[in-house]
């Protein structure tokens, strides 16, 4: 299909708000133990591993596979988790790290069912949140950028898996041929 992508967060806006982040995350866990960030994969890849370096206390990491768009620009809403985390969250402080809620469907099936699991706290952080598609609600606590109704890719987040080394986050615009 032909498009173009166009800049909306250039490199040096991304860095200023992933700072921003990890100072707001770094306060809102002072005297935590050991916070666990839980990066959803793979869209989160590259804004976690920017964000955690960001964190001035120890943080471990883990991982959940979960994907539900493929190649589409719309939520299948058949949210497939295709690999779990391995830690025990019981009695951990938790924070869930995510590139974008759109439909809010990953997020709200994440959710429920990392909290059955009774972590000591539950938190959302997104680097994007595009609430004018939201279907389902999903508390945030930690956002980077309230977004417009557009299809995004970079930095992590693709269009059937093109994109996502793009160091900024660009806007696609489906040109009609
Ligand atoms: O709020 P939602 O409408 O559920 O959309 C958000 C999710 O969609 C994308 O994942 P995708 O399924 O494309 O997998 P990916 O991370 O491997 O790209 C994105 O990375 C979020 O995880
Ligand atoms: O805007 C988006 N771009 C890419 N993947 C997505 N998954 C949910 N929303 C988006
Ligand atoms: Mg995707």
Known sequence: MKHRVDTLYSQEILAETVARLGNEISLGYQGTDQLLMIGLLKGSVIFLSDLCRQVNSSVELDFMVVSS?????????????????????????????????????????????????????????????????????????????????????GYGIDWAEKYRNLPYIGKVTIEES
Do not use: W
Not at 100 to 111: A, M, N, Q, W
Not at 139 to 149: A, H, K, L, R, S
């Open 69 to 153: 768009y493929g190649h589409r620009m719309q939520s299948s809403g058949d949210v497939r988790i295709l690999k779990d985390i391995e830690v025990d969250i019981k009695g951990r402080e938790v924070l869930i790290v995510e590139d974008i809620i759109d439909s809010g469907f990953t997020l709200s099936k994440v959710r429920e069912m990392l909290l059955l699991r009774e972590p000591k706290s539950l938190r959302i952080c997104t680097l994007l949140n595009k609430v004018s598609r939201r279907e389902v609600d999903v508390p945030v606590d930690y956002v980077g950028f309230e977004i417009p109704d557009a299809f995004v890719v």
